[in-house]
């Protein structure tokens, strides 16, 4: 299937919190939870990430942005549209579970790019 490699998880529950600004992705017995900032900040779109190498948009000022709608694509990701407009971010399957699987990593990297650009999150 487009957007999914063999062995990625596929999450079998999606749930907003917005009050604690958290989308949870439940595999099973595990769950995992990324911000709305994260993933705002990390939109696999090109207008975050760019056409290419070295052409990343650092995303400042979204600590406190919301999700307000999330809709399915196909079988294999999901659009959400942030409170700031951002819409045009599609989040695959396996680009959700990297996240997972590398959030803090991730988080770090966003930080240390932020406190380089002398840029605030909030």
């Known amino acids: 299937m487009p957007g999914l490699e063999r062995d990625t998880p596929i999450p079998t529950e999606i749930t907003l919190d917005k009050k604690r600004r958290m989308l949870v992705l439940g595999y099973g017995d ?7 900032e994260l993933l705002r900040v990390y939109s696999p779109s090109a207008e975050v990430r760019g ?53 803090q990593g991730v988080w770090n990297e966003y930080l240390a790019r932020m406190e380089k650009a002398g840029a605030s999150r909030g």
């Open 30 to 36: 595990l769950s995992h939870e990324l911000s709305f």
């Open 51 to 103: 056409h290419g190498p070295g052409q990343e948009v650092l995303q400042v000022g979204k600590k406190n942005v919301d999700i307000n709608e999330l809709e399915p694509v196909g079988m294999y990701a999901i659009r959400p549209t942030f409170s700031d407009g951002h819409n045009s971010g599609i989040y695959s399957w396996d680009y959700l579970y990297k996240l997972c699987a590398d959030k």
